[in-house]
């Protein structure tokens, strides 16, 4: 059997955190190493690696959550916009396999980047998977 995840850990009050909001489902604690200030992380009680194995009254639940934090976080600091950020898989940078949306509040100039570089659409290409999706879509 796998280890808890640090998030079930911190769930179970085994570890601590700097809770912001708690409900039947879902928890929303400050990130312990912040990129800027604010940053805050929501998660699902329950322990999920992939968005897509999450229950979706649960699933609705974390956003309703994710909602209402990050509201509450712009809020208190005075301001509105945030990225809102998941990380789902490894390969997608996700460190703590615990289903989880970082709320990142943006101030105007602040500078952070995600670094990506944009490409161009290629019509063939586009035209194929858009087809393939709607075929995984309908199955
Ligand atoms: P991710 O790469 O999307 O899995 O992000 C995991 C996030 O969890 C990182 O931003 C970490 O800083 C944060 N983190 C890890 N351990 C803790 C902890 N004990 N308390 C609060 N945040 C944590």
Not at 30 to 37: G, H, Q, T, W
Not at 84 to 104: D, K, M, S, W, Y
Request: charged share 25%; proline share 5%.
């Amino acid at each position: 059997m796998s280890e808890d995840s640090i998030f079930t850990k911190i769930v179970r009050g085994d570890l601590p955190c700097y809770k912001l909001f708690e409900d039947d489902l879902t928890l929303a604690f400050l990130d312990i190493n912040p990129v800027s200030k604010g940053h805050c992380l929501v998660i699902c009680k329950e322990e999920y690696q992939y968005i897509e194995d999450v229950p979706d009254e649960m699933l609705g639940a974390l956003i309703k959550s994710v909602k209402r934090v990050g509201q509450a976080m712009t809020t208190a600091l005075g301001g509105k916009d945030y990225n809102l950020i998941v990380n789902n898989g490894p390969i997608a940078g996700q460190e703590v396999p615990h289903v989880h949306f970082h709320i990142v509040p943006r101030e105007p100039g602040d500078g952070l980047r995600t670094g990506w570089k944009q490409g161009k659409l290629n019509n063939d290409e586009a035209k194929d998977l858009a087809e393939s999706v709607r075929k995984a879509l309908s199955n």
